[in-house]
């Protein structure tokens, strides 16, 4: 804790030698408005859901533009939302993320929703994302929306923490050439490429492709092996049959070879051993979307995505197959908003069954479908208005959810918010805690009796976790209140929140008694390879169960300042509390009590000659990843050489001593590395 | 259901909520929602006109005169629709362009456009603006429609909606040809006419 205090004060110093140092200079005219024009949407309605202003929403809602993520020499989702005031980013190695929000993230986190275009993300198996293979050209996201919060009513079950949505520019907007190409100390090279051009006179297309190569990390939990390998391409049309119709469809191939330090039971010795190994995946995204605008007040969109991904490692083969479909109406009558639609998707789950993991499902085909209806009801127009709605999703674990909420705003002063938020959601099992058995290392004898003879105690019994098709969802109930100021130069945002939820998982060791007891009568008879006989043939099983319950307690404060047109700053504190009830004899299945504390500082400087330099500080004290007190700095400079040519230079992790950022070691396939300082130099081209 | 009627339904739901700590009466709220939910159209600002307005600002803004404006008072942008008008109004208040105050203006197709440095077409207009245009010659007025076909018949800027934005298309042919230009910041963004055009 010393030491964070220390940083602490050694940011604060640094921020106010920083301001001091940088030389204020007045604005010319800068031209926002246009771009901010080309972003906005002609009606209040907009197929990704409802497009709304801030102000007006009751959520604790946090958007990074295009012109953010090239300011920060952003390279990859993950490290974009890591500018995200609360967002839990952590970098287990140099390939594998644990993101969330308002929770504790981990390899195989599942109440996060992850949208790209609208299009989920997530991997059935798990229920979340594999941040890694998530490829999407930064140079052409137009932005990303980050909901930290429950948002089940609008987004369905697993949405319960938050949502990440990825928006990627029209196409109109990119038709140009690009090339970015980057190279750096962890990186051999980075190389994004994009053509884009007219169809016509009503459509527009780009097409791009991504190439990766990475290193692996010098110092790790285990012997170090995760190097990145990735190849991309993609394209995205755009047409409108007229000014009311509109078509969208894009698609996606990646293949990905990431090194893993895998750690697999060897089966003969119950213990797990280490193994270099790669795994290969290969991904096909596709997405089309109808709109049309029915009225000046109303308008609906079609939209069909399906995707196909396999993963390749050694003693593993998986393949997730989806298909979703979903419909949604959005229309204005009178001076009220109401948000209609439904939703269908189709999984199909298949994974090899290997020594150490077994599935038991039933059936590897999971079906979900829903509807949600939301109403805004303006109470006093422009001053108060509130916003109920409901989300029914069936699973077939589960059976049929309900995420309710109420929402009301009230607008104070035209600059000034104040809102609450009640809602539940459900966090539905994955397909994992239903369906599958994992052998992992064994538990010795020792752990759960002592019987006095040395073989017998240091004998290390087969040990499982096992899945359970009687576990129930996850119901959280949360309830957030927040206020919002925004003036000509700067702005607040606070949110302080609480969430409860029950059903969370647990899992409890457990061996069967009568074994124990006949290996202690097989002793006291005398008769030791009797009683190793008997352990042979008994396991230890971890069985998941929903038996705790959670209590999330949290603030988020934000203060943008605009401390002249050469100089903005951002400043941001997050709490984030966890406090678990337990059962007697059951473990916390993911995370643990602990209490994370974030605090981060942005700062953009435009200098001299077409310039600018942006700086990054962050500082996230508690023990939620076993990791202590972390401390990051990142600095990028870049120079607009020419309209049309840009060269930056990014230093990452800079100020502090290579470290882990993740130690929650115990999850499958996952052995964290030190996360290194590292510097990226990058050029892009537009022609 | 008048739009009075719902004033005086949203006022009397607004006490409820201020007198009561039970905010989650659901039937209230449904059943308020079914009384007061007839259409009300028209009862605020279009917002696609607010945004066309704002570009139209920044078309003002980039726009190159060649005559250099000189000896006005302000900076005059008219239109036929006088909804777009009332919504000019607003946007451009206390604003200014060329160092001039902005001037809206409603005016009649037929009358002389002199006073006009921009003139906004819209859809509503398009016909009266389409049997008149042969007789308005190559004044130094950047005109700006919504309708296809604009172009053709001598507009500068036409917008047209794009998944739910407001794109343009720019023919820097006709600008030129009425002694106007526009800034590599405008042109950027918009769709130079003629480009990929099989008209």
């Given at each position: 804790?010393?030491?964070?205090?220390?940083y602490?004060?050694?940011?604060?110093s640094f921020?106010?030698?920083?301001?001091t140092l940088?030389k204020?200079?007045?604005a010319?005219?800068?031209d926002?408005?246009?771009e901010?024009l080309m972003?906005?949407d002609?009606?209040?309605?907009?197929?990704?859901?409802r497009s709304?202003?801030?102000?007006n929403?009751?959520?604790?809602i946090y958007?990074l533009?295009n012109k953010?993520?090239?300011?920060a020499?952003?390279?990859?989702?993950?490290?974009?939302l890591?500018?995200?005031p609360?967002?839990q980013v952590?970098?287990?190695?140099?390939n594998q993320?644990?993101?969330t929000?308002?929770?504790?993230?981990?390899r195989y986190s599942?109440s996060?929703?992850v949208?790209?275009d609208?299009?989920?993300?997530?991997n059935?198996s798990?229920?979340?994302?594999y941040w890694?293979?998530?490829?999407v050209?930064?140079?052409d996201?137009?932005?990303?929306?980050v909901?930290?919060g429950?948002?089940g009513?609008?987004?369905?079950?697993n949405a319960s923490?938050?949502?990440?949505?990825?928006?990627?520019?029209?196409s109109i907007?990119?038709?140009?050439?690009?090339?970015?190409i980057a190279?750096?100390?962890?990186?051999e090279y980075?190389m994004?490429?994009?053509?884009g051009?007219?169809?016509?006179?009503?459509?527009?297309?780009r097409?791009?492709?991504?190439?990766?190569e990475?290193?692996?990390?010098?110092?790790?939990?285990?012997?170090?092996n995760?190097?990145?390998?990735l190849n991309?391409?993609?394209?995205?049309a755009?047409?409108?049959?007229?000014?009311?119709?509109t078509?969208?469809?894009k698609?996606?191939?990646?293949?990905?070879r990431?090194?893993?330090?895998t750690?697999?039971?060897n089966t003969?010795t119950?213990?797990n051993?280490s193994?270099?190994?790669?795994?290969?995946r290969?991904?096909i995204?596709?997405?089309?979307r109808?709109?049309e605008?029915?009225?000046?007040?109303?308008n609906?969109?079609?939209q069909l995505?399906?995707?196909?991904?396999?993963?390749d490692?050694?003693f593993?083969?998986?393949?997730?197959?989806a298909?979703?479909?979903e419909?949604?109406?959005n229309?204005?009558v009178?001076e009220?908003?109401?948000d209609?639609g439904a939703y269908?998707?189709?999984n199909d789950i298949k994974?090899?069954?290997v020594?150490?993991?077994?599935?038991?499902g039933?059936?590897n085909?999971l079906?979900?479908?829903?509807?949600?209806?939301?109403?805004?009801?303006?109470?006093?127009?422009?001053?108060?208005?509130i916003?109920?709605?409901?989300?029914?999703?069936?699973n077939d674990?589960?059976?049929w959810?309900n995420?309710p909420?109420f929402?009301?705003i009230?607008?104070?002063?035209?600059?000034q918010?104040?809102?609450f938020?009640?809602?539940?959601?459900?966090?539905v099992?994955?397909y994992l805690?239903h369906n599958?058995?994992?052998?992992?290392?064994g538990?010795?004898?020792?752990?759960?009796v002592?019987?006095?003879n040395?073989?017998i105690?240091n004998?290390v019994?087969?040990t499982?976790?096992r899945?359970?098709p009687?576990?129930?969802?996850?119901?959280?109930?949360s309830?957030?209140v927040?206020?919002r100021l925004?003036q000509?130069d700067?702005?607040?945002?606070?949110?302080?929140y609480?969430?409860?939820?029950?059903?969370?998982?647990?899992?409890?060791?457990?061996?069967?008694p009568n074994?124990?007891?006949?290996v202690?009568?097989?002793?006291?008879a005398?008769?030791?390879?009797?009683?190793l006989?008997v352990l042979?043939?008994?396991?230890v099983n971890?069985?998941?169960?929903?038996?705790?319950t959670?209590n999330v307690?949290?603030?988020d404060?934000v203060?943008?300042?605009?401390?002249?047109p050469k100089?903005?700053?951002?400043?941001?504190?997050t709490?984030?509390?966890?406090?678990?009830?337990?059962?007697?004899?059951?473990?916390?299945?993911?995370?643990?009590?602990?209490?994370?504390?974030?605090?981060?500082?942005k700062?953009?400087?435009?200098l001299?000659?077409n310039?600018s330099?942006n700086?990054?500080?962050?500082?996230e004290?508690?023990d939620?990843?076993?990791t202590?007190?972390?401390?990051?700095?990142d600095i990028g400079?870049?120079?607009k050489?020419?309209?049309?040519?840009?060269?930056s230079v990014?230093?990452?992790?800079?100020?502090?001593?290579?470290?882990?950022?993740y130690?929650?070691?115990?999850e499958l396939?996952?052995?964290?590395?030190k996360?290194?300082k590292?510097?990226?130099?990058?050029l892009?081209?537009?022609? | 259901m008048?739009?009075f009627?719902?004033?005086?339904l949203?006022s009397?739901?607004?006490?409820?909520?201020?007198s009561?700590?039970k905010?989650?009466?659901?039937?209230?709220?449904i059943?308020?929602l079914?009384?007061?939910?007839?259409?009300?159209?028209?009862a605020?600002?279009?917002?696609e006109?607010?945004?066309?307005s704002g570009f139209i600002?920044?078309?003002?803004?980039?726009?190159?005169?060649?005559?250099?404006?000189?000896?006005q008072?302000?900076?005059?942008?008219?239109?036929p629709?006088?909804?777009f008008t009332?919504v000019?109004?607003i946007?451009?208040?206390?604003?200014?362009?060329k160092r001039?105050p902005?001037?809206?203006e409603?005016i009649d197709v037929n009358n002389d456009?002199?006073?006009c440095n921009?003139?906004?077409?819209?859809k509503?207009?398009y016909?009266?603006w389409?049997?008149r245009?042969?007789?308005?010659?190559?004044?130094q007025?950047?005109?700006?429609?919504?309708n296809k076909g604009f172009?053709?018949?001598?507009?500068?800027?036409?917008?047209?909606?794009l998944?739910g934005?407001?794109?343009?298309e720019v023919?820097?042919?006709n600008?030129?040809?009425?002694?106007?230009?526009?800034?590599?910041?405008?042109?950027?963004?918009?769709?130079?006419?003629?480009?990929?055009?099989?008209?």
């Amino acid at each position: 804790m010393l030491q964070t205090q220390s940083y602490h004060r050694w940011g604060v110093s640094f921020i106010i030698g920083l301001l001091t140092l940088v030389k204020v200079v007045e604005a010319n005219d800068v031209d926002l408005e246009l771009e901010s024009l080309m972003n906005a949407d002609v009606q209040v309605t907009s197929a990704m859901k409802r497009s709304q202003p801030i102000s007006n929403t009751a959520s604790s809602i946090y958007v990074l533009s295009n012109k953010d993520l090239l300011n920060a020499g952003v390279q990859s989702i993950p490290q974009a939302l890591s500018l995200v005031p609360g967002m839990q980013v952590r970098q287990i190695d140099n390939n594998q993320w644990a993101i969330t929000t308002r929770f504790a993230g981990g390899r195989y986190s599942s109440s996060l929703l992850v949208l790209i275009d609208g299009q989920s993300v997530y991997n059935p198996s798990f229920a979340g994302v594999y941040w890694e293979n998530i490829d999407v050209p930064i140079q052409d996201v137009e932005r990303i929306e980050v909901i930290r919060g429950q948002t089940g009513t609008l987004w369905g079950v697993n949405a319960s923490n938050g949502v990440v949505n990825v928006i990627t520019k029209n196409s109109i907007d990119t038709r140009t050439g690009y090339a970015n190409i980057a190279a750096g100390s962890e990186q051999e090279y980075n190389m994004n490429f994009r053509y884009g051009d007219s169809i016509g006179n009503q459509g527009s297309y780009r097409v791009y492709s991504h190439h990766l190569e990475g290193e692996k990390a010098s110092q790790g939990f285990f012997p170090t092996n995760d190097t990145v390998q990735l190849n991309s391409i993609g394209m995205r049309a755009d047409y409108a049959f007229d000014d009311d119709i509109t078509l969208f469809a894009k698609w996606n191939v990646l293949n990905s070879r990431m090194g893993q330090t895998t750690r697999r039971v060897n089966t003969a010795t119950r213990i797990n051993n280490s193994y270099n190994e790669s795994v290969e995946r290969n991904k096909i995204d596709f997405l089309v979307r109808f709109e049309e605008r029915l009225s000046k007040n109303s308008n609906h969109m079609v939209q069909l995505s399906a995707n196909k991904e396999t993963g390749d490692q050694e003693f593993l083969g998986e393949e997730f197959n989806a298909v979703d479909f979903e419909y949604q109406i959005n229309t204005l009558v009178g001076e009220h908003q109401i948000d209609m639609g439904a939703y269908y998707r189709y999984n199909d789950i298949k994974l090899d069954s290997v020594d150490y993991i077994m599935d038991f499902g039933e059936s590897n085909k999971l079906e979900h479908y829903g509807g949600f209806f939301q109403a805004q009801l303006n109470i006093v127009p422009d001053t108060f208005h509130i916003v109920l709605g409901n989300m029914s999703a069936h699973n077939d674990f589960t059976g049929w959810e309900n995420q309710p909420s109420f929402r009301a705003i009230y607008k104070f002063s035209p600059k000034q918010t104040l809102w609450f938020n009640a809602s539940k959601a459900a966090r539905v099992p994955s397909y994992l805690e239903h369906n599958i058995k994992l052998q992992v290392s064994g538990s010795k004898v020792k752990d759960f009796v002592n019987t006095g003879n040395p073989l017998i105690d240091n004998y290390v019994l087969a040990t499982y976790l096992r899945g359970n098709p009687n576990i129930e969802a996850e119901k959280t109930v949360s309830y957030e209140v927040g206020y919002r100021l925004a003036q000509e130069d700067y702005s607040f945002d606070l949110s302080i929140y609480n969430t409860s939820s029950d059903n969370t998982l647990t899992y409890s060791p457990a061996v069967d008694p009568n074994a124990l007891n006949s290996v202690m009568a097989a002793l006291l008879a005398g008769n030791a390879p009797l009683a190793l006989s008997v352990l042979q043939s008994t396991p230890v099983n971890f069985d998941l169960a929903s038996l705790a319950t959670l209590n999330v307690t949290g603030v988020d404060a934000v203060l943008s300042w605009d401390i002249s047109p050469k100089l903005n700053t951002e400043l941001s504190y997050t709490i984030t509390k966890l406090d678990y009830d337990l059962p007697s004899g059951h473990i916390v299945a993911i995370s643990r009590n602990s209490t994370l504390i974030q605090a981060m500082a942005k700062f953009n400087i435009m200098l001299p000659h077409n310039q600018s330099l942006n700086i990054n500080v962050k500082s996230e004290s508690g023990d939620t990843y076993k990791t202590g007190d972390i401390f990051t700095t990142d600095i990028g400079w870049r120079w607009k050489i020419k309209p049309n040519v840009m060269l930056s230079v990014n230093a990452w992790n800079l100020l502090s001593s290579d470290s882990y950022e993740y130690l929650n070691s115990n999850e499958l396939h996952t052995s964290p590395t030190k996360v290194e300082k590292s510097v990226t130099a990058s050029l892009y081209v537009e022609f | 259901m008048s739009n009075f009627n719902n004033q005086v339904l949203a006022s009397m739901l607004y006490k409820y909520f201020s007198s009561t700590p039970k905010i989650f009466n659901i039937k209230a709220l449904i059943l308020v929602l079914i009384i007061s939910s007839a259409p009300v159209f028209g009862a605020e600002l279009d917002r696609e006109l607010i945004l066309k307005s704002g570009f139209i600002y920044n078309f003002s803004r980039f726009g190159k005169w060649e005559s250099g404006l000189i000896n006005q008072d302000g900076f005059t942008i008219c239109s036929p629709d006088k909804a777009f008008t009332e919504v000019a109004k607003i946007t451009f208040y206390e604003k200014q362009v060329k160092r001039l105050p902005v001037v809206i203006e409603k005016i009649d197709v037929n009358n002389d456009l002199n006073k006009c440095n921009v003139v906004f077409v819209t859809k509503k207009y398009y016909l009266d603006w389409k049997n008149r245009v042969n007789q308005l010659g190559r004044r130094q007025v950047m005109l700006i429609g919504e309708n296809k076909g604009f172009i053709l018949l001598g507009g500068h800027i036409n917008f047209f909606i794009l998944s739910g934005k407001i794109r343009f298309e720019v023919s820097v042919s006709n600008l030129k040809k009425s002694g106007l230009k526009l800034s590599s910041k405008v042109l950027r963004l918009g769709k130079i006419h003629g480009e990929n055009s099989h008209e």
